[in-house]
């Protein structure tokens, strides 16, 4: 699909922790299966994208959640697939063999109900080609782990550190949005051993059946992806950049990314790579277009290439303290 010059395609190559992806889309665990679901679609590369992080994966292969597992809400989705996977030993023993390493960087996405099995899952993909491992602290679909430990900062830093302990491999950390101080929650994870962050993950909804009275998702309740997320996502990103950039710890911003200008925000708020998920449903190919006005944005503003825009924000002065009515 790529259609780009050289020297655009240069524009957009960034380095993500010591890794090089081609360019700073990221296509986000949960909408691209194990690397391989849009590869049959005609036009579609994952060569278009610097990295694609895989779906959610346990130590135990999971059923996950009873449908209704998804519903469309305006401007987005709720999601409760409740991390339903074959298990790490079947991802790196039969997955992870059929991918193909020259195209992208392939990154794990590992979720669990105890610290033990966070540990063990990210130790079984440090034993594995894996360019990186993302540890999903923030999943609101199942019961144990998840949401539940990337809301308290104590239990967030512990499984970094419990991962930290088995890996070399560079760290993503994804937080929750469904919290009160993701700042304060960066801090600690940084602490811990945290390489890098993926902000945000979805949002805790539900949606009501009005003939039934009964909740659409089997579930009950869901996470929010899509463009209804992108303004909360675009704030959590500035303000865990806040914390970041003292460190040099890069952050991958995501939550309703659909064009160049929304992968734009996302940069200029302290992403240094930016992801993409819900939007692929409806549009496989979307990436290609995104890269192509990335390019067309850093030549008609006079950048010389894409990380001169992350954290470029500039805040309007605001005397007083901050109102919003
Ligand atoms: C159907 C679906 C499944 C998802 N599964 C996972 C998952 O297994 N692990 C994870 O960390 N995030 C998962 N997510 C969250 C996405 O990776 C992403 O963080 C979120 O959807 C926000 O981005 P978007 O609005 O571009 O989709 C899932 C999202 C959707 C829509």
Redesign the pocket.
């Known amino acids: 699909m790529t259609l780009l010059t050289d020297t655009g395609q240069q524009q957009l190559e960034i380095e993500f922790c010591g890794l090089p992806f081609a360019t700073p889309l990221v296509l986000?665990?949960?909408?691209v299966g194990f690397g391989e679901e849009y590869t049959r679609v005609s036009g579609f590369s994952n060569r278009d994208a610097g990295a694609v992080?895989l779906?959610?994966t346990t130590l135990e292969p999971r059923l996950g959640n009873p449908p209704h597992r998804?519903a469309e809400t305006p401007m987005?989705?709720l999601?409760a697939?409740g991390?339903q996977n074959p298990g790490v030993d079947h991802v790196v023993s039969a997955i992870l063999p059929a991918l193909d390493f020259t195209e992208t960087r392939f990154i794990a996405?590992v979720?669990g109900s105890t610290l033990e099995e966070y540990a063990e899952v990210t130790r079984r993909f440090d034993d594995s080609p894996i360019d990186a491992i993302?540890i999903?602290i923030?999943?609101p679909n199942v019961k144990e782990g998840g949401v539940a430990f990337g809301n308290d900062p104590d239990m967030s830093a512990r499984v970094v550190e419990a991962c930290r302990r088995v890996t070399q491999k560079p760290l993503i950390t994804?937080l929750s949005p469904n919290q009160t101080d993701i700042a304060e929650n960066a801090r600690r994870c940084i602490e811990a051993g945290s390489d890098a962050f993926?902000v945000?993950?979805?949002l805790m909804g539900m949606a009501i059946d009005t003939n039934t009275r009964k909740p659409v998702i089997g579930n009950n309740q869901g996470?929010l992806?899509?463009?209804a997320?992108k303004p909360i996502?675009v704030l959590k990103v500035h303000q865990v950049y806040q914390v970041c950039k003292s460190h040099d710890i890069p952050i991958i911003g995501?939550?309703?990314?659909t064009s160049a200008e929304d992968a734009i925000e996302f940069l200029v708020a302290g992403a240094s790579a930016v992801?993409?998920?819900?939007?692929l449903f409806y549009d496989p190919l979307i990436c290609g277009k995104i890269n192509a006005g990335l390019i067309a944005y850093l030549q008609s503003h006079g950048f010389q290439h894409i990380s001169q825009l992350t954290g470029s924000l500039s805040l309007n002065p605001i005397p007083g303290t901050c109102c919003t009515g």
């Open positions: 986000l665990s949960g909408c992080c779906k959610g998804i987005g989705m999601n697939i991390l996405n979720s993302e999903n923030s999943c994804k993926a945000i993950n979805t996470g992806s899509g463009p997320i996502a995501q939550g309703g990314v992801g993409v998920g819900t939007a």
